[in-house]
């Protein structure tokens, strides 16, 4: 069955530092999203991704995040320079349509900041 | 505002008897809703949804999950828990239409089920 990739499983950045995610989706879906998960906390949207443009973002979403499709099959997500609190769990999911379809989720990028 | 509340933060059972981790939703929608399970070290595998069709969901590993719109809960349930179903279980509502979102999930605060041999 097919699934969503992400690299690395586990990324260790000095703060202040760029950090860039990566999730390879599943090869039919359009759209693409990332989540986190602080430590003991919810799991929280963060962006949704549509036709190579941001469809919807939340206020966790700051100017401090980016996302892109570089090329056909990657969607990456960066934090231009990291902070203590961006430490988490990255997840990245994707659908076949937006809405009212299933997401299938990778299994994580854990972002520690030092 | 659309949200889910898990009403359980830990439940704990014997193996071979039944679960139930209960899930409330609040929507000005008609949700659909979604339940998803989290292995340690693993990412949200989808067990079941429900998208206004049967109030009676089936999902994998012998889960169910009901829609009440009355008692606005979707709880999960498996007549008979495995040892391998120890794990963290989210309810989930999506943002179908609301505010013309694209439908991005909105994640319960999870409810971690133990399995007791």
């Known amino acids: 069955e097919p699934e969503v990739t992400q690299t690395p499983s586990h990324q260790v950045t000095q703060m202040g530092q760029e950090v860039i995610l990566r999730c390879v989706p599943i090869?039919?879906?359009?759209?693409f999203y990332w989540y986190r998960q602080i430590l003991g906390q919810k799991v929280e949207f963060l962006v949704s991704?549509?036709?190579?443009?941001?469809?919807?973002k939340s206020e966790i979403f700051d100017d401090q995040f980016s996302v892109e499709r570089p090329d056909g099959s990657n969607f990456t997500l960066k934090i231009r320079s990291t902070k203590l609190e961006d430490s988490a769990m990255y997840f990245c999911?994707?659908?076949?349509?937006?809405?009212?379809?299933?997401?299938?989720f990778g299994d994580g990028t854990r972002l520690s900041i030092l | 505002a659309q949200s889910v509340t898990q009403l359980d933060s830990h439940v704990s059972v014997s193996e071979g008897t039944p679960v139930l981790l209960r899930c409330n939703y609040s929507s000005s929608y008609s949700p659909s809703l979604f339940w998803y399970v989290q292995h340690p070290n693993k990412g949200l595998q989808l067990l079941l949804k429900y998208t206004s069709a049967a109030t009676l969901v089936k999902g994998i590993n012998g889960f169910e999950a009901e829609f009440k719109k009355s008692e606005t809960s979707f709880h999960l349930t498996k007549p008979s828990a495995h040892m391998s179903d120890a794990a963290e279980y989210f309810c989930v509502v999506t943002t179908t239409g609301y505010g013309g979102s694209q439908g991005n999930l909105i994640f319960g605060k999870g409810t971690k089920l133990s399995v007791k041999p």
């Open positions: 090869s039919n879906h359009l759209y």
């Open positions: 991704f549509y036709n190579n443009e941001i469809s919807e």
């Open positions: 999911a994707s659908s076949v349509m937006g809405i009212n379809q299933p997401q299938h």
